[in-house]
Nanobody, 112 residues
Framework: QVQLAESGGGLVQPGGSLRLSCASS????????MAWYRQAPGKEREFVAR????????YYGESVKGRFTISMDNAKNMVYLQMNSLKPEDTAVYYC?????WGQGTQVTVSS
């Protein structure tokens, strides 16, 4: 079974950028969908971005469109989430997921 591990979170000022990484223990090419979700304190888990290998489609949540970019490095079995123009409301734990498997999450805090 594939295992996922996120990294790259931290504290950043509003307007700043972060790149999150998700390391897969197995080939990501064999996985149909790779996605990022986030969960802020007291809120439900929210969809952020998804890459569907079956058609090469990419989807983003409305709140991050135009600011976040999901990408993959097949050779390294890595999935990335580039986050630009960060806002305080982006503060959350960010999770990488595929096929019902979730990583442990990485904390992103946007604050001045």
């Amino acid at each position: 079974q594939v295992q996922l591990a996120e990294s790259g979170g931290g504290l950043v000022q509003p307007g700043g950028s972060l790149r999150l990484s998700c390391a897969s223990s197995g080939s990501i090419v064999s996985l149909s969908v790779m996605a990022w979700y986030r969960q802020a304190p007291g809120k439900e888990r929210e969809f952020v971005a998804r890459f569907d290998w079956r058609g090469g489609y990419i989807y983003y949540g409305e709140s991050v469109k135009g600011r976040f970019t999901i990408s993959m490095d097949n050779a390294k079995n890595m999935v990335y989430l580039q986050m630009n123009s960060l806002k305080p409301e982006d503060t959350a734990v960010y999770y990488c997921t595929t096929g019902g498997i979730w990583g442990q999450g990485t904390q992103v805090t946007v604050s001045s």
